[in-house]
């Protein structure tokens, strides 16, 4: 079954890449929808028996895909109907069926059949609108951003049951389910959050620890803080340098830290270190370097003095190694915190420190304490290759690395900005009413509460309801529980966990206040904000200008960081970087630092894009990257120092700019130990063409790993002997050729000239190079990574649909169907006509009436 | 985070030395990180439950066929080189050939309809209509007699996307039901008394959540009135939630006599992460313990457990399990296929030995325990992804009326359906089903 959907979508490539630009052959399809019914179904099908009755039946159909009236249901409600007919739509459009060699229809048939087919299925869209679900569940992203907008707490959601994608988006409101145990966690979470907003008693008396670190044997110091707390202060196995105790580097017995201690309260607390390092330069690297090897090329050629001409040449290539090889432009040494509450360690940041110890920095770090007994670890982070030169040198005290220095651990808290807090008093406001009429008191307190979080006005009915909840709480509990239990049912009502779009008009738009939802959850992830709300109570969401004006407010608020986060990371696929990272000892440049750095890489990249005003199709080739010290290392970018990310223009030596030379897009699409040129093939097509070549067919297999008679076999070797199948050809034709492209790239990200086949994958002199010549499905020649970015500029509108569709498929938290081509459509017109740049396809997004209509 | 402490052996490596494409050592290497992590945890003696309990275990991706079937039929046929590792057990279950569901769809939407045998009508990655699962029919009948109704465990939190479940339970209305992958977090929610202060504080607090979901039933009600039909369909799956969920906090109230059982986490590797390849043997083998608690403290009789979800899965050593399924026939990929099999056989005989040890009633654990055990796919002969001669095997529940009969063939042109096992497994655990899905009734040749 899978074989024809492929072979269709890939049919659908050809022509887009090739000929014709594919929206407007749908659009003037959407006119023939009322064409009469009945004898169009019998034309259809009889038109289907003449041309592809002769293979696409029987007992074994062409790609097991029978094109028999039992085999085809006309009932274009069902789903899987719909899908089949699209798929001969879309190989009918292609002209790629029947076959050259078979008898040919006439083109006007052919679009007769086609415009009914496309008819139907837009229409039968249409009619399934009110059973499409727009109802959306807040997935775990938009519940924790509200709770933190609604209540000012930092709720952590990771228990949270996953939510699953649809689309390519966890936002989807079909895909949302909902079942007894979210319910079950929805109900310990409102409790936890709302006992934690809510205080009661006096402010608890903070403190303040310090601790300073020194060298001791392990777990032989302590320091008395109180009757409960007698803190074991550990500096590790390292150098104490007056204050300071000097970290080399990682390994077991060398972290410091404090531990076996109980704060007072739990709540926030901060978490500050003094912590300095020394980086030494390239010089310094190569004198530790060269001291070492002399040292054992003369013991060496001491024992053996018959081999010393082949100790002299080992000790030449190895100083060579230090001398040239990137991995020794050391950034600053590295940390990682941890925090240890009851058994389970818990990493709370890695982070370079760059601070001498003459002018110490000051890291602070605030997080959650329970009462649980507890530890803080400071650990050395700073990874540095192991590779057959240095492997056995580099843990070595006279190995000239970056050193991390500690020297004081101080905790302090709770915090509390007030007391109350905020949290508190936004929901249990100052009034004149909470001591003379506690029962009016709690109505104003839900009354205000329930608005925000209905994002709504609110019913007396409704109001009443919860009330009632606390006037039965009252009877036995204190005010303060009392109302956390009618706010507990407002946490778990489906007006707060849901976006309810009524159906007032079928099809009609949205009411104000549901548009300022969409808009929020669309920009923020969050709940529409105090102006938004108000907005949509004054009536001011009613013109497309005002809806505009909106959002480009939104978009300047730092609240629309979760747009780049969970959009950008999603469609780039940042959060698949790390699920299956390359074999670290196939590829030991690839470290917990690089690899944070290249998802930090895809969010600041797309940033840029939304920050300057970039024109998009820069995203296939641009003169710039986004980068840090660490990735600038790794691609050999000069001059890039500091962890933080900035634009750095680069010139086409570098083979970087666009995403297709994202570090995080190339291992995402590699398979640990290799490249896969056909998952990156397809990563070029589903997410910046728009065209998703499906599963792989049954009975593919997958690339053998030796090709018979080749000794040193390319990747490229072996896909193209899998490519001499003809079923599998025929989608790989179209797949590969796209990432072969991208071959230059290994499966760390890294460029490389040749595929080494050396010990642990190294590039050996005799190597195959790398053959990056490829073709485009249309044939037209491509070489490399420029080639491909020269083809897909080329093909500038698929990109753009492409991107667009992504776009209106995450805002409107639904799959875009045919219907919804024409809004698309008109939104890439919109951002065309300026300068194409991110915003304005934004905007155009929000007044479309795909995003404005149920 | 992930560790990136080195593997053993580097296949690589070999390979590379060797210069040659040999099938390489992988389930040594799996094996070797397997046993330097072995568990600690022991079976307890005995058993004071002797209760019916049913768990199905799902692995993705099929299994190297040709080593899986044994050649030979009936209670004497000889175990396949795959089903060797089964050997000390060789008793205590039988292997079903040739079976399948008829509705499925085959690919890899295999788990979404393992237990609901289910029409999907899938669109795949978008909404479908699924069914109820059979043990959400056990759930329902035992439910009433243990702390939780049923569990479900997998190495993917929640519920995955349509066609890509996470889970093999769904509900009445065909909603899937979240899985926990987290051992720690099961740990917790099995074992680990909730702090709600003293049984009056609790009991109170139980009342508050009766009382809330109360009142959202019927504003859920009023919402409904204004919604499209879509809509309402998915608010109805959001009040079938509260009235569930309603009824367990009352089965909780009457449970607040009843601490959770008290078992010490020692010995427990809570910490073992699903998503990580060099825990994978530690924490399946976790994940199944806290199953053996569960059942052994009659905290639930009702556990389903998806390995990995289809198309995922872990290969050991940096292999890629579902790649291997593409095999197309390839002698190399399918060996380190069979390596994996066998690997995950050993943690089920693992666990099988664990219920043999225990005693219960006269009898062993695993006597009253049904443990169905295979995949919603057949990786085949050839790598296609078929939905027929599903690798299956039923194990226990002697005392429960199964009579195990070796290898049991049917032949794939004229298969029963599978739902026949599923009635039959279910019946055994105390389903009392008249039938279910697409059975023609209970699957001949198992009583």
């Known amino acids: 079954m899978f074989v024809n959907r492929i072979v269709c979508r890939l049919a659908g490539v050809v022509v887009m890449l090739g000929m014709a630009p594919s929206t407007e052959a749908q659009e003037s399809a959407r006119s023939a929808a009322s064409a009469p019914a009945a004898d169009g179904a019998a034309r259809a099908l009889g038109f289907l028996a003449t041309y592809c009755g002769k293979c696409h039946a029987g007992s074994e159909p062409k790609g097991d895909f029978p094109i028999t009236p039992e085999a085809l249901s006309t009932d274009f409600n069902r789903v899987d109907a719909r899908e089949k007919w699209g798929e001969i739509v879309d190989v009918l459009n292609s002209h790629d069926m029947p076959p050259k060699k078979a008898p040919q229809p006439k083109t006007e048939d052919t679009a007769a059949v086609v415009d009914w087919i496309t008819g139907r299925l837009v229409e039968a869209e249409e009619s399934a609108r009110s059973r499409t679900v727009v109802l959306r569940r807040l997935n775990r992203a938009e519940y924790a951003n509200t709770i933190r907008d609604l209540i000012g707490v930092d709720f952590d959601p990771s228990g949270f049951p996953e939510d699953p994608a649809a689309g390519g988006f966890d936002n989807n409101g079909g895909a949302l389910t909902l079942s007894p145990l979210h319910l079950e966690v929805y109900l310990a979470a409102a409790r936890e959050i709302l006992d934690r907003a809510l205080v009661e008693g006096p402010r608890p008396r903070p403190i303040r620890w310090r601790f300073d670190v020194r060298v001791v044997p392990l777990d032989s110091r302590r320091k008395r803080i109180d009757q409960r707390n007698n803190v074991l202060v550990n500096g590790g196995n390292n150098v104490q340098e007056g204050d300071w105790v000097r970290i080399h580097h990682q390994s077991w017995d060398t972290g410091a830290g404090i531990r076996d201690f109980r704060v007072p309260e739990p709540g926030l607390y901060r978490i500050r270190l003094e912590l300095a390092g020394r980086t030494p330069d390239r010089a310094a690297v190569v004198a530790s370097a060269r001291a070492i090897l002399e040292k054992r090329r003369d013991d060496q050629t001491a024992k053996e003095p018959k081999r010393k001409q082949w100790h002299d040449r080992q000790f030449a290539e190895d100083l060579r190694h230090f001398e040239t090889d990137r991995m020794y432009d050391y950034g600053p040494p590295r940390a990682k915190l941890t925090l240890q509450l009851g058994s389970q360690p818990r990493t709370l940041a890695e982070f370079d420190v760059d601070a001498s110890p003459e002018k110490p920095a000051v890291h602070e770090f605030t997080t959650r304490f329970t009462t649980e007994t507890a530890g803080i670890g400071i650990e050395y982070a700073y990874s540095i290759p192991k590779v057959l030169e240095n492997f056995w040198l580099q843990t070595g005290a006279k190995f000239a690395r970056p050193e991390l220095m500690v020297r004081s651990i101080e905790i302090e808290g709770p915090i509390h900005d007030a007391w109350p807090p905020a949290s508190h008093r936004a929901i249990l406001f100052e009034s004149p009413l909470a001591r003379t009429d506690e029962p009016a008191y709690a109505r104003q307190v839900l009354e205000r509460f329930m608005r925000r979080a209905y994002r709504r006005a609110v019913r007396v009915e409704e109001i009443d309801a919860k009330l009632a909840l606390y006037r039965d709480a009252r009877k036995r509990e204190a005010f303060r529980q009392a109302i956390i239990v009618a706010l507990s049912g407002v946490l778990v009502s489906p007006s707060f966990l849901y976006l309810p779009e009524s159906e007032t008009t079928p099809g009609g738009t949205l009411g104000p206040d549901e548009i300022a939802s969409r808009l929020s959850y669309f920009l923020w992830s969050s709940m529409p904000d105090e102006a938004l709300l108000s907005a949509a109570a004054a009536g001011k969401l009613s013109t497309p200008e005002e809806i505009r004006a909106q959002v480009r407010r939104m978009l300047d608020d730092p609240k629309a960081e979760a747009f780049t986060e969970n959009f950008a990371g999603q469609w780039l696929g940042l959060r698949a970087v790390g699920t299956n990272p390359p074999a670290p000892d196939l590829f030991p440049r690839y470290d917990r630092h690089l690899e944070t750095s290249m998802i930090a890489e895809g969010q600041e990249y797309f940033r840029e894009f939304l920050k300057s005003d970039t024109d998009v199709r820069a995203m296939i080739r641009s003169d710039f990257v986004v980068i840090n010290e660490r990735l600038a290392r790794f691609y050999g970018i000069p001059g890039v120092k500091g962890d933080g990310f900035r634009r750095v223009s680069v010139g086409p030596d570098s083979r970087r700019g666009g995403l297709v030379t994202l570090g995080a897009m190339l291992t995402t699409t590699s398979n640990g130990t290799r490249t896969s040129p056909v998952k990156r093939g397809t990563w070029v097509m589903k997410n910046l063409l728009g065209v998703d070549p499906g599963l792989p067919v049954a009975n593919a297999g997958e690339i053998s790993p030796k090709v018979p008679g080749i000794d040193k076999a390319t990747v490229r070797d072996r896909l193209e002997l899998h490519r001499a199948l003809p079923q599998c050809a025929r989608c790989h034709d179209k797949i590969d050729p796209l990432g072969l492209a991208l071959e230059n790239f290994n499966a760390a990200g890294e460029w490389r000239d040749r595929e080494g086949f050396g010990w642990k994958g190294r590039i050996q002199a005799d190597d195959p190079l790398i053959d990056a010549r490829s073709k485009m499905p249309d044939g037209s020649p491509i070489d490399g990574v420029a080639g491909l970015q020269a083809a897909l500029l080329a093909q500038e509108d698929l990109f753009l649909d492409c991107l667009a569709t992504k776009l209106f498929t995450y805002a409107c938290g639904r799959e875009m169907t045919r219907g919804d081509r024409p809004a698309i459509a008109a939104a890439v017109r919109e951002m065309k006509s300026n300068r194409y740049v991110l915003r304005s396809l934004i905007e155009a997004a929000a007044v479309s009436p795909a995003f404005l209509r149920k | ?447």
């Open chain 2, 1 to 447: 985070m992930r560790s990136f402490a080195s593997s053993p052996l580097s296949r690589r490596h070999v390979l590379r030395v060797a210069g040659a494409s040999v099938a390489l050592p992988l389930l040594d290497a799996m094996t070797r990180s397997a046993r330097a992590a072995d568990s600690k945890f022991r079976p307890w003696e005995r058993s004071d439950v002797a209760q019916p309990r049913f768990l199905a275990c799902y692995i993705p991706n099929g299994v190297n066929i040709k080593e899986w079937i044994p050649s030979e039929t009936g209670p004497r046929y000889a175990l396949s080189p795959t089903l060797k590792v089964l050997e000390p057990h060789r008793d205590e279950f039988t292997v079903i050939s040739g079976i399948g569901h008829p509705n499925s769809q085959g690919g890899h939407s295999g788990a979404d309809t393992w237990l609901t045998a289910a029409d999907l009508q899938a669109k795949p990655g978008s909404d479908y209509a699924n069914s109820i699962s059979v043990d959400q029919h056990l759930a329902e009948i035992h439910g009433k007699h243990t702390r939780f109704g049923s569990l479900q465990l997998s190495d993917a939190s929640g519920t995955g996307g349509a066609g890509h479940s996470h889970t093999l339970s769904f509900d009445l209305n065909g909603t899937p039901l979240p899985a926990e992958n987290s051992p720690r977090r099961l740990f917790e929610r099995l074992f680990v008394p909730d702090s709600a202060g003293d049984r009056a504080a609790t009991l109170r607090r139980y009342a508050e959540r009766k009382s809330i979901l109360d009142g959202i039933a019927a504003e859920a009600k009023s919402l409904e009135r204004k919604l499209g039909a879509g809509d309402r369909a998915k608010l109805d799956e959001y009040l079938s939630s509260v009235r569930q969920t309603e009824a367990r906090v009352e089965r909780l109230a009457a449970w607040v006599d009843r601490p959770k059982p008290k078992v010490p986490p020692t010995d427990l590797q809570l910490a073992s992460k699903p998503g990580d390849a060099h825990d994978r043997p530690m924490w399946l083998d976790v994940m199944l313990e806290l199953v053996y608690l569960a059942f052994i403290t009659d905290t639930t009789r009702v556990i389903t457990f998806e390995w990995s979800r289809e198309a995922g899965g872990y290969g050991g050593a940096g292999e890629n399990h579902h790649e291997l399924s593409h095999h197309g026939g390839d002698a190399g990929m399918l060996s380190k296929l069979a390596a994996i099999d066998r690997f995950h056989l050993q943690r089920l005989g693992r666990f099988l030995g664990m219920l043999t040890a225990t005693q219960e009633a006269g009898e062993r654990m695993l006597d009253r325990t049904v443990v169905l055990y295979g995949s919603g796919m057949n990786s085949g002969l050839g790598g296609e992804h078929s939905p027929k001669n599903l690798p299956t095997i039923l194990a226990g529940g002697r005392k429960l009326g199964i009579r195990h009969a070796g290898h049991l063939a049917f032949p794939v042109a004229s298969h029963p359906p599978m739902a026949n096992l599923l009635l039959t497994a279910a019946n055994a655990a105390g389903g009392e089903l008249p039938r279910f899905a697409d059975a023609s009734g209970t699957l001949a040749g198992l009583s």
